[in-house]
């Protein structure tokens, strides 16, 4: 039977563990941060030295440390595209937004662990030649950026943080900066106008990437809370002995948060692609299974973002084999192994680590019109087709929600939905499309029904008065 | 009513601008702190923010009427966010906040926040609060209240109600 691995949570709900610098001490706190600065530089075999900072940077791109804020991107590849001849000061930004529906790991690390986190931004700052950084927070998590202010108090007294930084001439300033209840904070660009005082409109990239035209227009980092976390970690395991957690091109952990129709929701900290999705939801160290005389109906598997998955699906899955070959193979829903390119494979994201599942007795109906009134209400309202068409699908699933839908609905929702994707400036427009068509696709009898209800219902008369119209 | 920030207040806002290679950044930052002292953020304090970091106030009320915290009339001493996103949904986040309007007299069918006419409570619902794993859970005040039963709408009911 799987496992939990606890690396970034290996401490953080020991009884008596507490969040102060004293505690994270005593556990090998800031440890790594010596050994960062104390790496030398070295000579590659054809002749390149490498500073100390490419070093470390290399170790993360070695590491194969992939992003856990959403889009599993590759961190250390992120790093390398940052302009570092612009002659403008390079920031980091450390995305503590934690706002995708589903998700409620960084609020762990947050509360629990602070310093962990701010260990793991000064040597990811370190590394990057960065002088200033701040950490976004959500604005709903006022105990969590109290916190992180007491810890980055605690870093400066200590000499982790501030002016000449252990000795080495090395400053660096970081502040906790906090959101205002806003979800499109949470995309990067969106955070760094947000960052910058104004309304959070998300750049359009090209030309703005952060790592080119970031925060002031100047080369600017955003990782999640979880990787900067991992970069502690594969600074004190080294890159080889890190990537062997996990599997290969999902190395290291990953906190998966587990919510909706399960026994036992929770956080769990897992080797990526070590545990599948089923063994997740059922086992009894994990989710423990549905409630008694329940059966699964379909796993939103990566934050309400990502495409939904019925029960009893099958994937058609790349796998190599013993000969180096590439084969595909039939992989059931619940065997599909929990990491990036699994779920990738099965057409759907490992997102935000968020799996929300839900049993039979619940209507996708409704669960869906719940997930489109998140995205009307959160849409920045830039973009005409997000703006617009999230309104559309959250008022039409109303509709059909409470006895006003047609059975054409299906269509409607779907039409609306395939002209938001890829026509706006940012992947929130993703975000509030893929719910509607992986729903509707997967589960067309249940909406069609439901309009077909309701149609039915409204011609002898003892429907709804309200007559629809889109 | 005058409006007039305390020297201690505007002493701590002075060194947050200072976190910030441009004044502008501080916005939000200045915005929380003035609606933690005032309740509210009134006219007069975006003007006193325009001010204090060199921009025009529609500079920032435009933050006001974007970033759902913040809001322009004072709300209730207690203050009951209600997480309405799935997670808490299937966990019966919509009973929980009919519950809270139902006993405090407010129309459970009005969705934007709602105050008691005493002012001694504001009920609302909130996009999800990153604690989906305890749903259905609650925000009062700054305190995060997760599995959040019948019982305990109560009991946070009777504990307003004294405040
Ligand atoms: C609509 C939207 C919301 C997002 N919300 C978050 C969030 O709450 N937290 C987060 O870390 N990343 C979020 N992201 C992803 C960020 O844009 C960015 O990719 C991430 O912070 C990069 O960090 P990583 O590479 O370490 O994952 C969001 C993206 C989109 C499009
Ligand atoms: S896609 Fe939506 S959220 Fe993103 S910029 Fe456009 S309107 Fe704003
Ligand atoms: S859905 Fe309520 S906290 Fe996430």
Partial sequence: MPEQYKLILKHADSPGYTPDIECYQRHGGYESLKKALATSSRTLPDGKVQSSQEVVRDEVLKSGLRGRGGAGFSAGLKWSFVDRRSGKPI??????DESEPGTFKDRQILHKDPHQLV?????????????LAYIYIRGEMPKGAKLLNQALKEARAKGFLGKNILGTGYDLEIHVHRGAGAYICGEETGLIESLEGKRAYPRIKPPYFPAVLGLYMSPTIVNNVETLCHVKHIVAMGSAEYAKL???????????SLSGDV?????FEIEVGKVTLGQL?????????????????????????????????????????????????????????????????????????????????RSMVDSLANLSAFYAHESCGQCTPCREGSLWLSKGLHRLEHGEGRKADADYLTHIAQNIQGRTICAFGEAASWPVLSFVKKFRDEFEARG??????????????????S | MSFSVPPALEAELVELATHYPQKRSASLMFLHALQEHFGFISREAVEWVAQRLGLQPINVYELVTFYPMFRQEPLGKTHIKVCRTLSCALAGSGELRDHFCKKLGLDPHHHTPQTTSDGKFTVEFVECLASCGTAPVVMVNEDLKEKVSATDADRILAEGGSR
Avoid at chain 1, 263 to 267: E, R, S
């Fill in chain 1, 119 to 131: 260990e793991g931004m000064i040597i990811s700052c370190w590394a990057n030649d960065v002088k």
């Fill in chain 1, 246 to 256: 996990g599997t290969p091109n999902n190395t290291g952990t990953r906190i998966v």
């Fill in chain 1, 452 to 469: 077909a209800a309701d149609e039915a219902a409204r011609a002898k008369g003892s429907g709804s008065a309200k007559v629809p119209h």
């Fill in chain 1, 263 to 267: 026994m036992k929701p929770g956080y």
């Fill in chain 1, 91 to 96: 920031y980091l930004i450390c995305n503590a």
């Fill in chain 1, 281 to 361: 939801i059922f086992e009894p160290n994990f989710g423990g299974g549905l409630r008694p005389g329940r059966s699964l109906k379909a796993i939103i598997p990566g934050g309400s973002s990502s495409k939904v998955l019925k029960a009893g699906e099958v994937f058609k899955l790349n796998r190599k084999g013993a000969d180096g070959q590439m084969t595909k193979v039939d992989v059931p829903l619940l065997d599909l192994p929990y990491d990036f390119d699994s779920l990738q494979g099965a057409g759907t994201m490992s997102g935000s680590g968020a799996i929300i599942v839900l049993d039979d007795t």
